[in-house]
C-alpha cells in the first residue's frame, strides 16, 4: 500500500488539474485501518499535497485538506513537530478557514505533548499566527486556537513563552481589536487561569485579569453582562473562587444586586449576577452563600415572580439548581410563606403558559423534590411531600394531565417529576393509590417520542431500583416493571395479523 501511495504522489505532482488523482489518494487512504497506516505513511513527504493548498479551486483545497487530516493523524506529535512545522505555520495564515483549522488542531495535539510542544516553544512564528487566529472571523478558528493556547498552561515553560516574551504584547495588540476579540482573549487568560493556581498568578500578574474585573463593575451595562459570564467561569475552580474573593468581588456583586433596582437597564446583567451566586452555592454552600448574602436569595424569590418570561426562566433554572441540594432545600423551607408564594406561582407556570416555561417549572419541581435514598430523613420526606400536595388540590392528575398533552418535552418533563417522586415512600403510596396510576406507567403507547420512551424507562428503573417499591406497589405491579425494565425502552410487543384474501 505504501508503494501505490507513493505512485499517487507521483501522479499527482506531474498534472495540472489533480482532482481525481487526489480523490484516489484519499480513497486508498480512507481504506486503510489508522494503526496501519503510519507505516504506510511513514517516510513519506506530503508537501505536493501541502503546495496545492495555495490554490483558488475550492473543491481541490478541501480534498487536499481531508488528505492531510488522515495523514498527519497517523503521524506522531513529534514527526509532526519535526518534519511539518513550516507547513503547518503557512496553514495559520491561509485564507480558507478550513486549512487554519486544520493547522490549529493539529498544532493542538503537539503542545500537549511533552517533547512535541519543546519544538513548537522554540518556534515564536508559529505561536504569534495561533494567538492571530484568535481574531479570525469565524468563531471555530479563534475556538480552535483558543483551545491550542490554553493547553500551553500545563507547563511552566508555556505559561513562560506567552506571559514573559513578546508574545505577550502579540496578545494584547490582538485583544485590541475589537470589543468582540477581547472577551475572546478573556476566554483564553480564563481557561488558562483555571488550570491551577500557578497558572492564575499569571493571569494576574499579566493585568488581564484585573481588567476584566474592572469591566465587571464598570458603568457600561452591556460591558457587565458579558464580563460576568467570564467571572463566573472563573469562579468554576476552588482557587479561582479564591482570588475573587480576595478581590472582594463577591461583595461587589452583591452590591450590584442590591443597587439594581434604581438602575434602568440592570435586566441585561441581573440575570448573570444571579447565575453567579448560584455557582458559588453550587460549588460551595448554599446555606453560605445565601446567609453571607441574603440579596441573592431575595432576588432570586422576586425575579421568579417578573413578569417579564427571560427573568422568571433564570429564576426557576435557579430554584431548581439550588433546591437539588439538601442544603438548598432547608434554606428554601427556612424562607417561609416566602417560598411558598414562590412555590405556588411555579405550580401555576407549569400548569398553563409557554411550553419553555412550563417545562423549567417542572423541571425545577422535580428537581427540588428530588432526595436520593441515603438524603431521605423523616424530616426532608415530611418536606418534599409537603411541597407536593402543596402544586395543586389533586398534584398527581396535575403532572399526569401534563404529561398527556401533545408536547413531547411537557411529557418528559412531567416523567421527571414523577421520577423525583418514585424513591420516596410517600410517593410511592400516592402512585398506588392514585386509580389507574401504575397501567398509565406501564403503557407503552403514551409518549412515543426517543425521549419520551427515555423518560418513561428512567421513572421505571427508579421504581425497581427502591428498595420499598415490591412491597408498597405490589407483587404483581412490581414484577411488571422489571419485565418492562428487562424489555427494555424501545420494546415492541409483536401484534399477530391475519390477512383476508380479498379483505378491503
Request: include cysteine.
Amino acid at each position: 500500500m505504501a508503494a501505490s501511495i507513493e505512485s499517487l504522489l507521483e501522479e499527482i505532482s506531474g498534472v495540472d488539474d489533480p482532482i481525481e488523482e487526489l480523490q484516489c489518494l484519499k480513497t486508498a487512504l480512507l481504506s486503510i485501518p489508522l494503526r496501519d497506516l503510519r507505516d504506510s505513511v511513514s517516510g513519506q513527504r506530503f508537501n505536493v499535497i501541502f503546495s496545492l493548498l495555495h490554490s483558488d479551486d475550492k473543491e481541490q483545497v478541501e480534498l487536499c485538506v481531508g488528505i492531510l487530516e488522515r495523514i498527519l493523524l497517523a503521524l506522531g506529535p513529534v514527526t509532526l513537530a519535526q518534519s511539518y512545522r513550516a507547513e503547518l505555520q503557512g496553514g495559520l495564515t491561509h485564507p480558507n478557514d478550513t486549512v487554519k483549522m486544520l493547522a490549529l488542531t493539529q498544532i493542538g495535539r503537539m503542545v500537549e505533548h511533552p517533547e512535541a510542544s519543546t519544538e513548537i516553544l522554540n518556534n515564536h512564528d508559529i505561536l504569534a499566527a495561533t494567538i492571530c487566529c484568535i481574531g479570525e472571523e469565524k468563531m471555530d478558528v479563534a475556538k480552535q486556537a483558543i483551545q491550542s493556547l490554553s493547553k500551553l498552561s500545563h507547563s511552566k515553560p508555556g505559561l513562560d513563552k506567552l506571559f514573559q516574551t513578546d508574545l505577550l504584547t502579540v496578545i494584547k495588540d490582538v485583544m485590541a481589536t475589537s470589543d468582540i476579540i477581547r472577551y475572546r482573549i478573556y476566554e483564553l487568560v480564563v481557561e488558562i487561569s483555571s488550570a491551577s493556581p500557578i497558572s492564575l498568578g499569571y493571569c494576574a500578574k499579566s493585568g488581564f485579569i484585573a481588567q476584566l474585573l474592572g469591566e465587571l463593575t464598570g458603568d457600561d451595562v452591556l460591558t457587565r453582562a458579558t464580563s460576568i459570564e467570564m467571572v463566573t467561569s472563573l469562579a468554576h475552580t476552588q482557587h479561582g473562587r479564591k482570588y475573587l474573593a480576595q478581590q472582594g468581588i463577591m461583595d461587589k456583586v452583591s452590591n450590584m444586586i442590591k443597587g439594581a433596582d434604581t438602575e434602568p437597564f440592570s435586566a441585561l446583567y441581573i440575570p448573570g449576577l444571579v447565575k453567579f451566586f448560584v455557582n458559588l452555592a453550587i460549588m460551595d454552600s448554599p446555606q453560605q452563600v445565601c446567609e453571607t448574602y441574603p440579596v441573592f436569595q431575595n432576588k432570586v424569590f422576586v425575579m421568579a415572580l417578573d413578569p417579564d418570561p427571560a427573568i422568571i426562566g433564570v429564576a426557576l433554572d435557579s430554584l431548581g439548581l439550588l433546591g437539588s441540594t439538601v442544603e438548598g432545600k432547608q434554606v428554601f423551607h427556612k424562607a417561609g410563606e416566602r417560598f411558598k408564594a414562590v412555590w405556588l406561582t411555579m405550580s401555576k407556570i407549569a400548569g398553563a403558559g409557554a411550553t419553555e416555561l412550563r417545562v423549567r417549572s417542572l423541571d425545577a419541581i422535580s428537581q427540588l423534590l428530588t432526595l436520593q435514598p441515603e438524603q431521605q430523613t423523616e424530616d426532608l420526606l415530611a418536606l418534599t411531600e409537603s411541597w407536593f400536595l402543596l402544586l395543586s388540590k389533586q398534584p398527581m392528575d396535575m403532572i399526569r394531565n401534563i404529561s398527556i398533552q401533545p408536547f413531547p418535552e411537557l411529557h418528559c418533563a412531567a416523567m421527571r417529576v414523577f421520577t423525583a417522586l418514585s424513591t420516596q415512600l410517600w410517593g410511592q403510596k400516592l402512585m398506588i393509590g392514585t386509580p389507574s396510576f401504575m397501567e398509565f406507567i406501564l403503557d407503552r403507547s403514551a409518549g412515543q417520542t426517543k425521549d419520551a420512551k427515555d423518560a418513561k424507562f428512567d421513572l421505571v428503573g427508579s421504581l425497581v431500583c427502591s428498595s420499598t417499591a415490591a412491597e408498597i406497589l405490589g407483587s404483581q405491579h412490581y414484577i411488571r416493571l422489571k419485565s418492562y425494565l428487562r424489555e427494555g425502552a424501545y420494546y415492541v410487543s409483536a401484534v399477530a395479523a391475519v390477512c383476508t384474501e380479498g379483505a378491503d
